[in-house]
Each structure stands twice: as C-alpha cells, then as structure tokens.
C-alpha cells in the first residue's frame, strides 16, 4: 500500500448521482428524461471546469445513489477539504450553471 495526496484533496470533489440519470428521471419524469436527452452533467461540469482552469484541483465525478433523492432532479454533492458537504437537487439542464457557479464559488481559485 502506498499513500498518495492528489491535487483535489486540497479543493475537493464533487459527486454527481448517476443513478438519477439512468434509472430515476427515466423512470419517475419520462417528461424530465426527454428534456434532458443525452446531455450529462458530470461530462458538462467536467468540461467547463477545464474551459475556465478550474479542473485538477477540483474533480468530478459519477456516484451511486446518495439517497437524497426528488423528482426530475439529479443529487450532487461538493465539499471543499476541510468543510460540510454542500448537497443539493437540481435540474441538470435548467439550473446547470448554478450549481457550477456555486461549485467554483465553494471550491475554486476564487472561493
């Protein structure tokens, strides 16, 4: 075993509930699922965090079932090392900048 310190540990990670986008959404709002199509926020917040220099120090990534769950929304959790997980519900598409924005606002270079 060898430890390691990784760049994000001292930005942290955020957690994006895949689950919902597979089962939950198709499932519960097929009306959600449409809208949504094949977009996908971990892809997307992935991208804009390295559009903007944000990615390395601050990583995402795909999680199982949280169990926070609401209807027609995806659970994403984001911690910055050393605080409270912040953790919410959004609707990937319509509020998909606000949670990046609270994510850089929490996480990043300037936060």
Not at 70 to 93: L, Q, R, Y
Request: glycine share 8%; net charge negative.
């Amino acid at each position: 075993m060898q430890p390691v310190k990784p760049k994000w540990t001292n930005s942290g990670l955020v957690l994006v509930c895949e689950r919902c986008f597979k089962e939950r959404i198709p499932e519960e709002a097929p009306e959600v699922a449409e809208k949504i199509g094949d977009f996908n926020l971990r892809d997307w917040l992935k991208a804009e965090l390295k559009e903007h220099g944000e990615w390395g120090p601050i990583r995402v990534i795909s999680t199982s079932c949280m169990d926070v769950c609401a209807k027609g929304k995806v659970t994403v959790a984001f911690e910055k090392a050393g605080a409270a997980p912040e953790v919410m519900v959004v609707d990937p598409v319509d509020e998909k900048y606000a949670i990046y924005d609270a994510i850089v606002e929490q996480m990043g270079k300037q936060g």
